[in-house]
């Protein structure tokens, strides 16, 4: 268990890094020092060789209700083109941090997950939510454009653009059963599920060779922005070529004809 963090808990588990949200008292809202742990916390994760997957979670009632709207306000959003967008940019790092990591997320949603904690869903590779996850972009319930912290770009790839204009639009939530319809989460389960059914998810996962899994994240979020076929398909070449130069490749072949679990080293 880690006590390096003021708003967050981060607990490592082997290859397994658990990231929760801890500000329990504020549905995990984000303020200045949450924003500015998570930062770190992601900017590490490049040079983390043994973290191989992150779950992320809140902790509490919420997975995170946006923006913590009790804080004093950022002075800088407010004096200026250049402060307002260094402050803007803060928040808006953190989906760009997420999706460059090498590690794939695996997003624990229950309660409500809004405006930046939508964000934090949306940024995430495979989302889980419990039965009582609410999700929406708050943004425009406040003043600002719904557009904000990538979720114009992100909700778009993952339910289509009508059902992305409507929740945009209205800032309507959307909840677990439509969710799930929708294919913006990949499984509802009740609450008290939602850690089994994500270690689940994740040891399966961690079966893949540590270079196959991170080659696979970075492959696929290229890949949805393919200009065509040719070029998804050049990338994949590329990378199953790399793979099968890994010592990992011949001791998956050999796990898998000897019907016993591989002993990878990531080498």
Not at 92 to 107: C, G, I, K
Request: glycine share 8%; hydrophobic share 45%.
């Amino acid at each position: 268990m880690s006590r390096d963090h003021e708003t967050l808990d981060v607990r490592r588990e082997g290859a397994l890094t658990w990231l929760t949200l801890d500000r329990p008292d504020s549905l995990n809202a984000l303020n200045r020092a949450m924003v500015s742990e998570l930062r770190d916390f992601l900017r590490a994760l490049p040079d983390d060789r043994e973290t191989r997957v992150v779950i992320l979670r809140g902790a509490g009632r919420a997975f995170c209700a946006g923006l913590d709207l009790k804080e004093p306000p950022d002075d800088d959003l407010g004096s200026g083109v250049v402060a307002g967008l260094r402050a803007q940019r803060q928040v808006s790092e953190l989906p760009l941090l997420m999706r460059r990591a090498p590690q794939p997320f695996v997003a624990c949603v229950h309660g409500a997950a809004a405006g930046g904690g939508f964000a934090l869903a949306l940024a995430s590779d495979v989302r889980l939510a419990g039965e009582s996850a609410r999700m929406n972009a708050a943004f425009i319930r406040i003043g600002l454009s719904a557009c904000d912290v990538g979720v114009s770009y992100l909700l778009p790839r993952a339910v289509g653009s009508s059902v992305a204009s409507e929740l945009l639009l209205t800032g309507r939530f959307i909840d677990a059963p439509r969710a799930l319809a929708t294919g913006l989460v990949s499984a509802v389960v009740p609450d008290a599920e939602l850690e089994a059914e994500a270690r689940a998810l994740a040891e399966e996962m961690l079966r893949a060779t540590p270079v196959g899994l991170r080659l696979t994240k970075e492959c696929l979020a290229a890949s949805i922005d393919a200009g065509s076929l040719e070029q998804a398909i050049a990338m994949e070449d590329r990378n199953q070529i790399l793979c099968v130069q890994s010592p990992d490749f011949r001791e998956g072949i050999r796990a898998f004809l000897e019907k016993r679990a591989p002993k990878y080293t990531g080498a």
